[in-house]
């Protein structure tokens, strides 16, 4: 009898590694598909921007020869945290940049995966932590960010590590896991701008009476992790003053936060009529989970219901009272406690029929939806009732999320068919990131100018163009709102003039300019932006359109003096 238990339990052994070598080989495999298939887009540019050869490239216009100089120094300007920066600064001197930053995403996507499995184990059962792991594991949500060269996996990673070594040093008290703690949450705060709302309410914890034995390690690990953030502190300050008067985010209400938890659940890619259905479902076993975990401990239940609710809470009355940083994307620190719940909803189902038809729902709904995405299929503001559309007069139905595109055919053939005497305009901050690294006009000297009307930007596109080119305080050297300017780079100084920089010499003129919310599958007669319609009116209205190319929300137009 004993050695038929044994027996039992090395088969259920074995059984159980299977299970979780497939969840993890579908999990890479899902994570790896198409990682390539599309283009770098704005985002991912800027994170590109980053790796060795581009801080080596910036020296020949700051005329500071140190890369670490150089990379601190574009850190401090960018409102984003500086690890992953920093990593991709490391990892493109090994590996390479581009698309190849992809793999960053995938690696901490696997890590997270693996380190939320083990986390789910100090709540549930290896059952409810299996699932758990299943909804993770497919979550489109996070394949999308695991296949995009941005630090939100990494962001996850280090949070829920930072989660679990309090939890556990709270249990044991062993110094060891103090110091993880410590680590983690100093890697957590460099890695996402929400870290330090959730350490404050990791800290809500202590009050648990079974915690307070633990005050001195407590008290220690938190000055220790504020010592180490403090470089942090002035960056963060000089961002949210610039938030606060200018940013591109709109005000967020209810809608917002149920639209949060429809992301959680099926990501970007869902139809609106799977995201309702799984609103509905996911919000009964959500419930239900929490009801059980409540039974089972009252004090883990409302830990794991504060993780999710109050940084949102605490996120949302920032917004609304001080300024817009309601980012939907950067909550994925919070799905894996969120899926959790979902897990232990559906693992409290006693009746087995029932329990096979909610999970059966929950994978159509999520396989349907990765199929959506596979094929770049994605929910427009103009597809959806009014109700739904969270920024009434945008073009984007989630913030700052758009569909994957491939266009750098046209910017490499406008490489191919540049002249001598051609010059680029552009009159958008993302389509500079954009060109400049397509068709790498800077380094192969093709004259590309950046033209402004003052009047015809907004302050954040200013700042962002600050960032950039180095000039400082471009309002006020711009004075004369209704003029139009023009900035270039010549022998590695940067230049503010008024006027138009198309001369007698030039001959033909390139002008590239990008609709991120338009895709080559639909196409709406959205406006222009003001700058380029304004150039467009103003500065090439004497000269004749000779080719357009278009490719995935980005134009590129030639213009020439005469046609022979």
Partial sequence: MVLLKKLNAHANKKLFILVLFIIFASALSLRLYKLYEYDLWFD?????????????NAALYTKINSPIVNLFKKISNDPHPSCYYTLVYIYSILF???????????????????????????????????????????????????????????????????????????????????IYFVIFSIFSMYCSCYAGILLLCLWALFFLEKNRYCVKKIVLSYAFIMI??????????????????????????????LSTFAVFNLGYSAFLSEHLACLSLSFALFVYGFYGCYQNNRNNAIALLLLIFLPIGIVYFISKIFAPIYIERHFIILTPFYYLFIARGIGGIRNRILKTMVGTIIGLLLLSTLMNYYQNIMLTIHEVPDYVRIVEDGDDLYQGIHHKKKYASVLNRLQDKFNDNDII?????????????????????MKTYFLLYPKALYDFSIKQLENFTGIQSIREKADDEQALYYIYRQNGVVYLRKGSPITEQTERVWFVYTYWCLNTYWNLNIPMEDNVSMIKKNVLNGLTRTLTDFGDGVYVELYEKSVT
């Fill in 96 to 178: 390479g940049e581009g698309k190849s930053l992809r793999i960053l995403s995938v690696v901490f996507s696997l890590l997270s995966l693996g380190l939320f499995y083990k986390f789910a184990r100090l709540f549930f059962d290896r059952q409810i932590s299996i699932y758990a792991l299943l909804i993770m594991t497919f979550s489109p949500f996070h394949i999308w960010h695991a296949q995009e060269a941005r630090g939100f996996t990494m962001a996850c990673f280090f949070v829920l590590g930072m989660v679990y070594m309090y939890i556990q040093a709270l249990k044991t008290n062993k110094l060891s896991l103090w």
């Fill in 228 to 257: 180490g953030s403090l470089p942090l502190i002035f960056i963060v300050i000089k961002h949210m003053l610039f938030i606060k008067h200018s940013f591109w985010l709109s005000f967020p209400t209810i809608k917002s936060v």
């Fill in 425 to 445: 305009i552009i009159a958008q901050i993302h389509t500079v990131v954009l060109s400049e690294h397509y068709t790498k006009w800077y380094y192969k000297n």
């Fill in 44 to 56: 991912e540019l800027i994170s590109n921007g980053f790796s060795a050869s581009n801080i080596q």
